[in-house]
C-alpha cells in the first residue's frame, strides 16, 4: 500500500518548518520507501508497518504543537511492490513514447 499524508500543526503560526521535519524524519527513519514533496509526504510498505509510521509522525508533530491536521489519502493494492516508483516511471514512459495515448508527438 501507498499513503500520501500531510501532517500539519495548528496553533504555531505561519512557518510550519520545523514541526513538519520532525514528521519527515521519522519516515525516513524508518526504512520504508518514501518521498516528500510540497504537499504530501509518501510511504509505502504493508498495512500496519505505514500506519504505525504515520502515527508516530503524527505524535512527532504533536509533541510541538497541541493541534495537528491530517490528511490521508491511501492506495490499496495487494501484491504490489514499487509502487511508489513504478507508477511514476510508466508515466514517464507514456509522455516519452510518441506512439502510446498520452505520448508526446515528435516534430
Same mark, same amino acid.
Given at each position: 500500500?501507498?499513503? $500520501?499524508?500531510s501532517? =500539519?500543526?495548528?496553533? =504555531? ?9 520532525? $514528521? ?7 526504512g ?8 504530501f =509526504? ?6 500496519d ?8 509522525? @503524527?505524535?512527532a508533530? =504533536? $509533541?510541538?504543537?497541541? *493541534? @495537528?491536521?491530517?490528511?490521508?489519502k ?5 501484491g504490489?511492490t514499487? #509502487? ?5 516511471? *510508466?508515466v ?9 495515448? #498520452? #505520448?508526446?508527438?515528435?516534430?
Amino acid at each position: 500500500m501507498i499513503v $500520501a499524508f500531510s501532517v =500539519t500543526p495548528i496553533g =504555531t503560526g505561519e512557518n510550519v518548518g520545523a514541526e513538519v521535519a520532525e $514528521a519527515v524524519r521519522v519516515v525516513r527513519e524508518s526504512g520504508l520507501p518514501n518521498r516528500t514533496d510540497a504537499m504530501f =509526504t509518501s510511504v509505502e510498505g504493508e498495512w500496519d508497518e505505514v500506519m504505525a509510521v504515520v502515527k508516530q509522525a @503524527v505524535e512527532a508533530v =504533536t $509533541a510541538r504543537a497541541g *493541534r @495537528v491536521s491530517l490528511v490521508l489519502k491511501a492506495d490499496l493494492r495487494s501484491g504490489v511492490t514499487d #509502487g511508489l516508483t513504478g507508477k511514476v516511471e *510508466r508515466v514517464e514512459q507514456l509522455l516519452a513514447a510518441p506512439d502510446q495515448p #498520452g #505520448g508526446r508527438e515528435e516534430g
